[in-house]
């Protein structure tokens, strides 16, 4: 009896081996072309909004903003029909801190910036509109460009601005919470 159950075990183990070198064993799971493997793109494609037949596109001038910068934007309108256009596109920037490390949710974003820009294309033609928030950013904050043109809106970009807000003295702390604590 003791033969036909280790007999059991050591087939058992040697066919649970072989079908798990079978399904991990590293391959080359990347489709390949006459040219070699695929490329990533190289860049992530800008969110375009599509409003009163132009394609409007918003960036930031710098992809990282130090703490006291002040942002810099470049809206890009371009009038895709035969005939002119005029409309107005709304630029509004929200900053949002970060989250205490002990909290579950996250702070209400606040309207840091906002700017009406009005726009006149003729046909074909593409404008660049280049903007300034006058709103310095802290450390730690989170940043987001929204675009509006009558009822459409997208978020343009969202960054990032290094750097670690300041503890709140205790006195600020609400209902007597406890205070940053830092090793002396």
């Known amino acids: 009896m003791k033969h036909k159950a280790c007999e059991t075990v050591v087939v058992t183990a040697a066919m649970s081996a072989a079908l798990t070198l079978a399904m991990f064993w590293p391959t080359n799971l990347a489709a390949t072309s006459s040219q070699g493997p695929p490329m990533p793109s190289p860049e992530i494609a800008v969110p375009t909004l599509k409003a ?10 710098s992809s990282l903003y130090a703490p006291g910068e002040t942002p810099e934007l470049e809206l890009r309108a371009v009038n895709t029909t035969d005939i002119p256009v005029q409309f107005e596109a709304t630029v509004k920037m929200t900053v949002r801190d970060r989250p205490p490390k002990l909290s579950r949710s996250l702070p209400v974003p606040t309207e840091a910036w906002i700017e009406s820009c009005p726009v006149s294309l003729a046909p074909h033609q593409t404008k660049v509109i280049r903007l300034s928030t ?41 209902k007597g919470a406890a205070a940053a604590w830092a090793p002396k």
């Open 52 to 61: 009163m037949g132009c394609d409007l596109t918003l960036r930031p001038a």
């Open 134 to 174: 006058g709103t310095k950013v802290a450390p730690g904050q989170m940043i987001s460009f929204e675009l509006q043109c009558g009822k459409e809106t997208i978020l343009a970009a969202r960054l990032a601005v290094p750097g670690i807000q300041a503890p709140q003295p205790a006195s600020a702390n609400p």
